[in-house]
């Protein structure tokens, strides 16, 4: 069973840094592609980065392109988001989630963790 634990969230002002951790467990990690996601009240959840387990190869949303980044350690089966130049409009709950491609779906989620940007 695949489980995923978030960690990393808080209060930061505007401009700040934050790097966010998702340890992972329970799947055959070459397998696998990990992504970050965010979401606010009444929003939908919206795509933040992607990196592949074996390949390391990253996908960014525009909206992050330049100021985050995406990482993993496979020794410590974690992935990272660094987040950098911290905006209010990212304050969101952040989760992570993987999937086994060739699947587009992401089946597994984290509880998330909370990121507040203040201006």
């Known amino acids: 069973q695949v489980q995923l634990v978030e960690s990393g969230g808080g209060l930061v002002q505007a401009g700040g840094s934050l790097t966010l951790s998702c340890a992972a467990s329970?799947?055959?990690?070459?397998?696998?592609?990990v992504g970050w996601f965010r979401q606010t009240p009444g929003k939908e959840r919206e795509f933040v980065a992607s990196?592949?387990?074996?390949?390391?190869?990253?996908d960014y949303a525009d909206s992050v392109k330049g100021r985050f980044t995406i990482s993993r350690d496979n020794a410590k089966n974690t992935i990272y988001l660094q987040m950098n130049k911290l905006r209010p409009e990212d304050t969101a709950v952040y989760y992570c989630?993987?999937?086994?491609?060739?699947?587009?779906?992401?089946?597994?989620w984290g509880q998330g963790t909370q990121v507040t940007v203040s201006s």
């Open positions: 990196i592949g387990w074996t390949t390391g190869n990253t």
């Open positions: 989630a993987a999937r086994r491609p060739p699947a587009v779906d992401y089946k597994s």
């Open positions: 329970g799947f055959t990690f070459g397998a696998f592609r």
